[in-house]
């Protein structure tokens, strides 16, 4: 019998899973409040319900009748496609654990609960948290518990910042927590990467190094590299660690995304574990530098598939979010020769006439390529000046 499946979301993020979702034969269901999104076009069937809508989607779901219903690559459905396949007695993680690892006050606490190490927070819902601040140390990080995209966080220096910081995280909040936390200083790169889950064992994962463009907003990464330039014996540890926290979370099957900082003293500190995979096409990335397919993985999972790891390669590969620092409208975007024959996927976003944005938030993405190198010294090359083979034109 032909599967149903609903997907939450038809964002260009999401369209790879729906289109292998199609090629298997299934019939597919998905809903958001975007009715023009791509991924839409490829559905049977498509619903103006916002993927954050609980009781929306649960309602929508008892009427389609899915077999299955999937969040891919997405924050904010995680915890509703939970939430709905729990109600309806579907396959799935429990509400609880997915839950836990995206609203980011919960994650903390149970970091520190378990014993590993994690920078000391707070939570503030009214006026009257605002004040616990002082207790921190500064400089603090101030953002939404249930953002994503690095959307709505800031920095600051000292408790005069903080109201400000405050109100700028609520603009980007649903359910109005926020989290304020002391800032842990990295030792190079934040690390940064996917992870796979089976029965609440990671049974694989790559990870990277972040890159951030300072002089824009540095807490909005603008690449992912892999491999990750710390040592085997670090990403070992950082396995460990990782693996503790997972089986401890109740999170039992899927693909995972993982941000992890090691301090200056050396210390690790787990700083995010997404239950879904990354944005960005990470998985996509990730199987051309390895051969895994977290896509077909994830699908697997869902019809009781066994997964199999081989000895997977470990090339370097790359993302590369095409991005401006300024507003505007675009004319074009300009790849030099050079960089052509590096680049395995070009997803643009935004096209000549639609409206650029300052790159504040993973929102503001014009495009996404995605590449693959022979070396660390020729990737560390190309993602650091890419200035020089990327021209994003706009309007004068």
Known sequence: MQKRVLFLGGAYAQIPIIKEAKNRGWYIITCDYLPDNPGHKLADEYYNVSTTDFQGVLELAKQVNPDFVIAYASDPAAPTAAYVSEQLGLPGNSYKSVQLLSEKDLFRNFLSDNGFNTPKSISIIDDNDKSKASSLNFPIIVKPTDSSGSKGVSKI?????????????????????????????????????????????????????????????????????????????????????????????????????????????????????????????????????TGFDMICASLDLFENKKIIILNSKKNHAAYYVLHNDKEGVLKDISLAEEIKKYIKEFHQYIHPGGKVYSFQGANAAIGVLLLLFSSQEEMDYYIDNMNKFVEIQLEA
Do not use: C
Not at 205 to 221: A, E, Q, S, T
Not at 263 to 283: H, L
């Open 157 to 289: 220096d000292n408790f005069s910042q903080l109201n400000h910081a405050v109100e700028y995280a609520l603009t980007f909040s649903r359910n109005k927590r926020i989290i304020a936390e002391e800032y842990i200083e990295s030792d190079g790169a934040q690390i940064h990467g996917d992870g796979f889950i089976v029965n609440g064992k990671l049974i694989f994962h790559y990870l990277g190094d972040h890159h951030y463009d300072k002089r824009i907003n540095p807490f909005v990464p603008y690449s992912t590299t892999w491999p990750s330039i710390k040592g085997e014996n670090v990403i070992s540890e950082i396995e460990k660690e990782l693996k503790r926290a997972i089986s401890l979370s109740g999170f039992k099957n899927g693909a995972v995304n993982i941000e992890v900082r090691i301090s200056k003293t050396g210390e690790i500190y787990i700083m995010e574990i997404g239950p879904r995979s990354g944005g960005n096409f990470v998985p996509q990335v990730i199987n051309y530098a």
